[in-house]
């Protein structure tokens, strides 16, 4: 289970092998064997004792910024695997396993980007549904001209790939913001803070991800730092916002879920100066949800494998690629 803390003035201390979460009334022990991850999202306390028996127990403790995104994490100091993977990550830019890499995880971005969208289409009114069909066929023009690009090095062709990936994304959230209520519509992406409310969840639940696959990442071996399509820039983990591509699909279904299903609330919102962003009520919608989510299985190599196990899974299989590489 993944233990998040999102409530003003909480405390996270150690007691025996459990952590023990508590606040002025109430307090809750729970077992180190069954947390895989602590989520502190507020303004919460913590010992050193329990930030011990996290280490002790491979549990990562991540801090995110009020837009969800990661400021920070706190886990033991050993690598995942061998130094062989990530010497080898250094010439993913110029070898064809690179480029094939970064066309497989944009062409299932695509993929989950046209999945959603025939999912949206369903018991809509003839005219509605034409339109989505008609951006679900755009989408799939753009993804067979990704996947014909020659296998080249990834520094040939990075502008042509960003290029499909914008196309697409813009095509897709259009028809998203088409089909949505008056109230909900949004001009595009935003962030930090979000414009509006669709956008605002969508950050939130990015920022989730982001921390999964740096996890997943950083135990396969891989250094998050060495990117591929991202390029290298100080401090900037590279390799995690190429991964993170070909995930951001189930993060846009939960949230439309939630919106298409009239579950949102005004008070899910803090206004800011210029923009929005969740307050505790959003975020336990959003984070119950995408815990539901884990719980679903995803078909991998002819398995069925639990959507909480399958970023490590993909990231194993990515570095075993990367090791077979001559």
């Not at 259009?174 to 969840?201: M, Q």
């Amino acid at each position: 289970m993944k233990l998040i803390l999102n409530t003003p003035g909480l405390f996270l201390c150690k007691r025996g092998e459990c952590f023990q979460v508590k606040d002025n009334e109430n307090k809750n022990d729970i077992s180190s064997k069954k947390v895989e991850q602590i989520i502190i999202t507020t303004h919460v306390m913590i010992t050193t004792d329990a930030i011990e028996l996290a280490i002790d127990n491979n549990i990562d403790i991540v801090f995110l910024k009020e837009n969800g995104y990661p400021m920070g994490r706190v886990w033991h100091s050993k690598h995942g695997s061998i130094s062989t993977i990530r010497r080898k990550q250094l010439f993913l830019e110029e070898n064809s396993l690179g480029i094939n890499l970064v066309k497989e995880w944009i062409s299932e971005k695509m993929q989950n980007q046209i999945n959603l969208l025939n999912k949206l289409a369903v018991n809509r009114r003839d005219e509605r549904k034409d339109f989505i069909y008609d951006t679900v066929n755009k989408i799939k023009g753009v993804k067979s001209k990704l996947d014909c690009i020659d296998n080249t090095s990834i520094n040939q062709v990075r502008n042509t790939i960003q290029g499909f990936e914008g196309s697409a994304s813009r095509f897709y959230f259009e028809t998203i913001n088409e089909i949505f209520p008056e109230k909900y519509k949004f001009k595009g992406r935003s962030r930090n803070p979000a414009l509006d409310y669709f956008n605002c969840f969508l950050n939130y639940s990015y920022g989730i991800l982001y921390s999964s696959v740096e996890k997943s990442c950083i135990l396969a071996g891989l250094d998050p730092y060495i990117g591929i399509m991202h390029t290298d820039n100080y401090n900037k983990k590279a390799l995690i916002f190429d991964v993170v591509e070909k995930y951001r699909g189930y993060m846009d279904n939960i949230v439309c879920r939630l919106f298409t299903k009239k579950r949102i609330l005004d008070n899910f919102f803090d206004k800011v100066e210029n923009g929005y962003y969740l307050n505790k009520n959003g975020k336990k919608l959003l984070i119950d949800e995408y815990n539901k989510e884990l719980e679903n299985k995803i078909k991998r190599d002819g398995r069925n494998i639990e959507f909480r196990n399958i970023i490590q899974y993909d990231c194993h299989k990515i570095a075993n690629r990367i090791l077979e590489e001559d």
